[in-house]
């Protein structure tokens, strides 16, 4: 797992609490914050998935 899956899925953690507790407390910006958060964590770590699926790519046509 790299810094971007890593980091990717923490920023999708804390959007899921901040939109709960927006949820929770009836505070619709907590929780488009919270919802923003998510989106973001999972294109980060989409990215990192990505960056992890071409070096594994490179590392296989090396060995071969």
């Not at 914050?33 to 071409?54: F, L, R």
């Amino acid at each position: 797992m790299n810094k971007d899956q890593v980091n990717g899925r923490a920023e999708t953690l804390k959007g899921d609490v901040k939109e709960a507790a927006g949820k929770i407390v009836g505070n619709d910006r907590l929780k488009a914050e919270g919802q923003a958060d998510q989106v973001a964590g999972k294109v980060q770590s989409k990215v990192g998935d990505v960056k992890s699926d071409v070096g594994n790519a490179v590392k296989n046509a090396i060995d071969r």
